[in-house]
């Protein structure tokens, strides 16, 4: 009853194809962009911004291009921490090159880099296809880090092989560095997720989406419409991969303060893989519904035996961890494929009609 | 509809699509061998014949996705044995599947907005900002494929999902998909397997509709002998990857090698 | 820049020749860790030709028997009974896998399967750890790790074994595959589940049995590995190479896990010792995956894969 559209008529394409043509919907959206903008930073002590909120919207900019690649591209790819990698040094080396630009222009030309070499890994996907892609894109993750790894120029010959942020204002405005305050790195956070999450709204509803999703679904049948594969399957990789790049460098500068090449090991990239998984494959609100999910499970689990007044050791907490962390995935796979996304738009089909049941 | 088209380009008598001799391999299996045939402006062609006789094979060397291994294709003229799918669908061949080879995953509004995508330029980047030219360009499109959608009386399912629809509508959806591409040529891969008597008559009537308002030559693989009948100008029968006959409905019928190959005998 | 394609062209290749014997126990190194990573991906092959689906948490599994062997050998089990429970240990995780995780997704794509498989490798990875542990355990099946001299080459006992026992598995599977009717029926199973379903086969009978048989391969593996470098987590993430191997040689290939085991093996214990030190070492890290793509770019279903031919 609440969500029910009856009376909402489109008279006009344009409105039938609007970002939200359900009122309600609107009404919610408004609500949620103005407590996250304005709400949250006033109300969240540092802790819930330092530990929960600011890495949700930098791995949600990740899994967002995990999922334009792998979602809705359907190519398969495992080495998201090694192209978020790429965006983190390139920041680096740029604000180090480059004192005086600014870091927001940094973090954009990080993820064009990273998009150059996310079109490189992407060449052999004409070749090769489902799990010999995900082999393939393992060898990027593991290449690029060792890459890092060794050739010193990168670290800017630090000799303990770390990257560090360094401090830059934007607007006079501390943005990054030590004294940039938390409120802060978290609305340039949301700043950058939002505008791409709309950039990446827009792709996926027009004639690139359809054709990323033609080859996922059918490639040769959509051969055959005329949809050119290479073409299609290189600009998933480049553009997902700008988005992991400036995800890459947000993780270096607006979270971490500094990293070593570990920080960005095979672990992030089933990390953000999970997020796409349990979030929902192609889908863009899945996205960031996974990365919520997969942020809050270790807080939950540090948290809840202490509510409980249970204490539990961090290696127990590490292994319940993983553990949880695999068997949701599989839950998920069995009972909702497509994620806490498509339970969302199940629990609102319910909302249509609620109280009634059917 | 779609504008009237002017005079042809290429002389009149040239044949819009041509099949050369022809043979395709298969490892050690002959899947065409050497099959000529001709398919004219304006005309329903039929190709009939038992399973395995080389039907799809056809349409797939014609369009593109097999390469012979002898012979040429020739369309409007020039020759295009050698290109690749895309560019063949971009000389204007649209075609259906024999297994419905609908997009599951995108709405039925979304997969025949798919069959437009070599109509629409476009950069990415623009549609990254969509206010503005993309906007415009997708409303045009959408208003081109809300027509089709009258025509083939779907406007109830548009928002559907393509992979819960019944398989009568998802073959209705696939030849949508197939006419926003506004081909030239239409090779339809039995159209009308599974369907009821209804059912294919509806399809008959769109189909005929097709070319009759539209100008589009079809091809089409069918094996209802009284819809082949029905509806095509020409038939060609196929058997063991050889052509077997070709010409009017009723020549082919009475052939011999065709009764004997496929159509059989009716014992009154 | 001549000098550079000297030290990457000539110099190692000179390196390579002026010490011959050094050069074979190189390769022999090379043959050995191919030989392990030959085992993961035996596991991977049977799973995958006989089911269809590709099962990521066969390295955890290798780790997971290791473990379990290892845990009862020290809780003072004797190596016979150990090897026993670890056995009925492996089948008990076969079949609560196949009533778990296989059969609610029986028939989905296999990328679907592919995801499930690497939750299942998560979840036994936190599991083992809980059960036994997380600290090295050595492995000792009384076979010493000490090496003798042939024709003034160095060869190790242990090694050698491992190279005896996959071969007698892998004569074994290919036997099982190929002539017995349980083989044919996992090989309808491989194809199409729904279709195997149809003519009668089993599925979940099927199921238990061979993924009860990749715990057996595992449970070798672990032994191998375990014996020759300690029981430990870094286990499961060897098991990542197994994947360029399935690529050398084939997804469905069982000489084809083999030979192309001891490729990488070998090309990556060549490549680290004679082209590492020009760029500072490690280049194990990431060898065998190139190698793998280079590989991909050219003959898409590896050496001995059967060629995919895709209609419409």
């Known amino acids: 009853m609440i969500y029910r559209e009856a009376g909402q008529f489109k008279s006009t394409y344009a409105s039938d194809q609007a970002l939200f043509p359900i009122r309600q919907d609107r009404v919610v959206v408004g609500l949620a962009v103005a407590a996250a903008v304005i709400a949250v930073p006033l109300v969240a002590d540092e802790y819930w911004l330092q530990a929960v909120l600011i890495p949700f919207l930098i791995y949600a900019l990740a899994a967002l291009g995990l999922n334009l690649l792998t979602g809705y591209a359907g190519q398969v790819s495992l080495g998201t921490g090694g192209f978020m990698a790429v965006g983190g040094y390139a920041a680096f080396k740029l604000t180090s090159a480059f004192p005086g630009m600014n870091v927001l222009v940094a973090f954009l030309l990080a993820g064009l880099v990273t998009a150059l070499v996310g079109l490189v890994f992407g060449l052999p996907s004409l070749r090769i296809k489902g799990f010999y892609l995900a082999v393939a894109t393992l060898a990027a993750q593991f290449f690029l880090l060792w890459l890092f790894n060794k050739v010193a120029w990168f670290t800017d010959y630090a000799s303990s092989g770390t990257i560090t942020a360094p401090p830059r204002t934007v607007a006079s405005i501390m943005v990054t560095g030590p004294a940039a305050t938390a409120p802060v790195r978290y609305l340039t956070a949301l700043a950058f997720v939002a505008l791409f999450a709309l950039v990446a709204k827009n792709l996926v509803r027009g004639r690139v989406g359809r054709s990323w999703m033609a080859i996922r679904d059918r490639d040769i049948a959509a051969e055959i419409i005329g949809v050119r594969p290479l073409r299609t399957k290189l600009l998933a990789f480049a553009i997902s991969s700008f988005f992991c790049g400036v995800a890459g460098a947000e993780y270096v500068f607006l979270y971490l303060g500094s990293a070593e090449t570990q920080a960005f090991d095979i672990n992030v990239s089933f990390l953000v893989l999970f997020m796409v998984i349990i979030g929902g494959l192609g889908s863009i609100l899945g996205s960031f519904l996974g990365a919520a999910f997969i942020v809050m499970v270790p807080i939950f689990l540090t948290n809840v035996p202490h509510l409980l007044g249970l204490a539990m050791p961090v290696a127990l907490q590490k292994q319940i961890e993983l553990m949880v962390f695999g068997g949701l995935i599989i839950a998920f796979l069995i009972v909702e494929p497509h994620g806490l996304a498509r339970l969302w738009q199940i629990a609102k089909e319910k909302l249509r009609l609620w109280p009634f049941p059917y | 509809m779609r504008e009237p088209t002017g005079p042809p380009a290429i002389p009149p008598g040239e044949p819009l699509l041509a099949v050369d001799e022809v043979s395709v391999r298969f490892g050690a299996i002959q899947a065409l061998d050497r099959v000529s045939l001709e398919i004219r402006r304006g005309e329903i062609a039929a190709i009939i014949g038992p399973n395995g006789a080389g039907k799809t094979t056809l349409l797939n060397v014609i369009s593109g996705f097999y390469h012979p291994s002898e012979g040429h294709i020739r369309f409007e003229g020039r020759d295009r044995t050698r290109l690749r799918p895309y560019d063949v669908a971009a000389l204007g061949v649209a075609r259906t599947f024999q297994n419905v080879a609908l997009f599951k995953g995108m709405s039925v509004l979304d997969n025949i907005m798919t069959g437009r995508l070599l109509k629409m330029r476009g950069s990415f980047l623009l549609e990254a900002l969509y206010w503005g030219p993309a906007m415009r360009q997708e409303l045009l499109h959408r208003a081109f494929v809300e027509r089709i959608i009258d025509f083939l009386e779907i406007e109830a399912i548009r928002k559907a999902g393509a992979g819960t629809l019944p398989y009568g509508l998802q073959k209705r959806v696939e030849l949508a998909r197939a006419l926003a591409a506004e081909p030239k040529l239409l090779l339809l891969d039995e159209p009308m397997a599974g369907m009821n008597v209804e059912e294919k008559e509806d399809m008959c009537r769109f189909i005929l509709g097709v070319n009759d308002e539209f100008g589009t030559t079809i091809a089409l693989i069918e094996h209802d002998m009284s819809v082949v009948m029905d509806i095509s100008d020409r038939v060609i029968a196929l058997d063991y990857g050889r052509k077997i006959a070709d010409g009017r409905p009723d020549e082919v019928r009475a052939d011999q090698g065709v009764i004997d190959a496929y159509l059989g005998v009716s014992h009154a | ?312």
């Open chain 3, 1 to 312: 820049m001549l000098e550079l394609l000297y030290g990457v062209l000539v110099g190692p290749v000179k390196d390579m020749a002026s010490s011959p014997t050094f050069l074979a126990e190189v390769v022999i190194g090379g043959l050995a860790a191919g030989l392990m990573y030959s085992l993961v991906a035996l596991g991977f092959v049977l799973i995958y030709k006989a089911s269809g689906v590709f099962n990521f948490a066969q390295g955890v599994m290798v780790l997971f028997a290791a473990l379990t062997l290892v845990g009862l050998m020290e809780r003072g089990a004797p190596l016979v009974l150990a090897l026993l429970v670890t056995m009925a240990v492996m089948g008990a995780l076969a079949f609560a896998i196949e009533r778990v995780v296989l059969r609610p997704l029986v028939n989905q794509e296999q990328i679907i399967l592919f995801m499930a498989t690497i939750g299942l490798n998560f979840f036994l990875e936190g599991f083992g750890e809980l059960v036994w542990g997380s600290n090295v355990k050595k492995l000792d099946v009384g076979i010493p790790d000490s090496s003798f001299v042939v024709w003034g080459v160095q060869v190790n006992r242990l090694e050698l074994t491992a190279a005896i026992t996959a071969a007698v598995l892998v004569a074994a599977m290919a036997v099982f595959f190929q002539r017995t009717r349980i083989g044919r029926a996992l090989r309808a199973v491989a194809d199409d589940h729904e279709a195997a379903l149809s003519i009668g086969i089993p599925l979940n009978t099927i199921w238990v049995v061979v993924w009860s048989a990749a715990g057996l391969v595992a449970i070798v593996a672990g032994i191998m590995w375990g014996a020759k470098s300690g029981v430990q987590f870094s286990l499961s993430l060897i098991a990542l190479k197994a994947l360029p191997v399935l690529i050398l040689g084939g997804f469905t290939s069982v000489p084809g896990a083999i030979v192309g085991g001891l490729i990488i093996g070998v090309g990556e214990k060549i490549a680290e010792v004679y082209w590492g030190p020009l760029v500072g070492g490690a280049i194990e890290n990431w060898f065998a995956y190139v190698l793998a793509l280079a590989f991909l770019l050219f003959r898409p279903q590896g050496l001995f894969g059967e060629r995919i031919i895709e209609r419409v």
